[in-house]
Nanobody, 127 residues
Framework: QVQLVESGGGLVQVGGSLRLSCAASGRTFSSYTVGWFRQAPGKEREIVAAISWNGRDTHYVDSVKGRFTASRDNAQITVYLQMNNLKPEDTAVYFC????????????????????WGQGTQVTVSS
């Protein structure tokens, strides 16, 4: 069992930066792929980034490539999402989620494949 708690959201101006944190509890957290999702009002939840269990591999959707960076500190059982050059379209509730990849790759894209979720943190980018 893994419990996740996000923090670091807030209000920022266009071009600004935020760092989201996802603090985990659970001794097996270091074996999980962690995904960062977001959900804007009236839109479906989408994955924006993911990071492998050891932090060596990352994946980003095109809309955030070059602006967002995922990292993790397994010693501190925390995963981060550094978000730079924020745009109004980045406004959403951001969630971290953890799951075990059962396929041939570490990457898990579907939200239904992540059994553990945080409560979400609001990110608002003002123009």
């Amino acid at each position: 069992q893994v419990q996740l708690v996000e923090s670091g959201g807030g209000l920022v101006q266009v071009g600004g930066s935020l760092r989201l944190s996802c603090a985990a509890s659970g001794r097996t957290f270091s074996s999980y792929t962690v995904g960062w999702f977001r959900q804007a009002p009236g839109k479906e939840r989408e994955i924006v980034a993911a990071i492998s269990w050891n932090g060596r591999d990352t994946h980003y959707v095109d809309s955030v490539k070059g602006r967002f960076t995922a990292s993790r500190d397994n010693a501190q059982i925390t995963v981060y999402l550094q978000m730079n050059n924020l745009k109004p379209e980045d406004t959403a509730v951001y969630f971290c989620a953890a799951g075990v990849p059962y396929g041939p790759t570490w990457y898990i894209s579907g939200s239904h494949e992540y059994p553990f979720w945080g409560q979400g943190t609001q990110v608002t980018v003002s123009s």
